[in-house]
């Protein structure tokens, strides 16, 4: 259930992957890497962003670039 799971903000640098038809990843400074999914319109390749949503826990992605982070809230670091 979406509403159990709590909000987060992570922030890094968002990256392009063509693997399995292509996705979005974001990296953090920490080396943690997420599958970003839903709100992902305006993202670009290198752009550093700080984004809000949820590690959605029951989902697998083809990627397979890490956990899977519904974005709900997006914003460009500068």
């Not at 890497?33 to 826990?57: H, P, T």
């Not at 982070?69 to 500068?78: A, N, P």
Request: charged share 25%; aromatic share 4%; net charge negative.
């Amino acid at each position: 259930m979406l509403a159990s799971i709590p909000m987060s903000k992570i922030v890094g640098t968002v990256k392009r992957n063509d693997l399995a038809g292509g996705h979005w990843t974001l990296e953090t400074e920490d080396g943690e890497c997420y599958q970003l999914a839903g709100q992902v319109a305006g993202l670009r390749d290198g752009m550093r962003a700080s984004i809000e949503g949820r590690v959605a826990k029951d989902v697998m992605g083809i990627g397979m670039t890490g956990p899977t982070f519904t974005v709900e809230k997006l914003t460009e670091v500068k």
